[in-house]
């Protein structure tokens, strides 16, 4: 018994990778891994096999790799892990039944809107509209930790957010491009807009029951779990995993700042 898994397909060389379904019954009888993209998650000798569909000769072709952490020694045979793709936590879940730690491809999906109680709320919503930015919506960003970035979207409605009334009125009759874009944004408002968005991903954490050390505390306890309560548990992990990454970057943005600040002050000065 096999299922029908989402296979990248190589439609030109090794470029251009689309998806397509395919039976691949040695996927089911292997677990799943990614290949490791961070040094820290290197854990020894394994070998990772990856599954393309050759378009072009007709065929599924694998690729087997082998990862080796140099630091340790392994005597025991190297294990063979198959990658199904880049799928979310979300997918492996609902269509494998397992949950990935620190799955570099996971996503997480969460409402967002403007606070229509702010006196400054018609300014704000003003001047999304004008840019033709979302003022509210359900927005889906990856883990910051795997170099994954915030929607433009939702950026620009931080962003926006985060102005004072001098700035919207600013903004409003300027024809400002960059308003979903942190990296061309003013430093002062690069910093406020990180800022409003890791206030808003702190509450979203603090929605949650239990905190993630909690969570991580519970699935290291010896009693037996309900199989399906220890994948909630797990899954949910992940999701604060992926908020707590984002707000940990909006602490430091200000500080890299200062401290890039400084740098050039004393380049200047020499």
Request: aromatic share 8%; charged share 30%; with cysteine.
């Amino acid at each position: 018994m096999t299922r029908q898994n989402n296979v990248p397909v190589n439609l030109a060389g090794f470029e251009g990778l689309d998806s397509t379904l395919a039976l691949i019954p040695y996927w089911d009888m292997a677990n799943h891994d990614h290949p490791a993209r961070r040094k820290d998650e290197l854990v020894g000798p394994r070998l990772i096999a990856e599954t393309v569909y050759n378009a072009g000769n007709e065929r599924l072709e694998c690729q087997v790799f082998k990862e080796e952490d140099q630091s340790k020694d392994f005597s025991s045979p190297t294990p063979i892990f198959i990658t199904y793709g880049n799928r979310t936590d979300a997918e492996f879940l609902v269509h494998n039944g397992f949950v990935v730690r620190w799955n570099p491809d996971t996503r997480v999906t969460k409402p967002f809107k403007l606070n229509p109680e702010d006196h400054l709320y018609k300014q704000r919503f003003h001047l999304l509209k004008r840019k033709d930015m979302p003022t509210e919506g359900k927005f889906a960003f990856g883990n910051y930790d795997y170099g994954a970035s915030m929607p433009p979207g939702l950026i620009a409605l931080a962003c926006v957010s985060a102005m004072d009334e001098t700035d919207l009125n600013l903004h409003t009759v300027q024809s400002s491009e960059w308003l979903d874009d942190l990296s061309t944004m003013p430093t002062k408002l690069a910093d406020q807009t990180e800022l409003r968005l890791g206030e808003w991903l702190t509450k979203l954490l603090r929605v949650y029951p239990t905190t993630p050390e909690e969570d991580e505390a519970l699935l290291q306890e010896s009693r037996q779990f309900n199989p399906t309560r220890r994948l909630v548990i797990q899954y949910r992990l992940e999701e604060k995993r992926v908020l707590q990454g984002y707000v940990h970057k909006s602490r430091l943005r200000p500080l890299e700042d200062v401290a890039k600040l400084s740098i050039a002050t004393l380049s200047d000065e020499k």
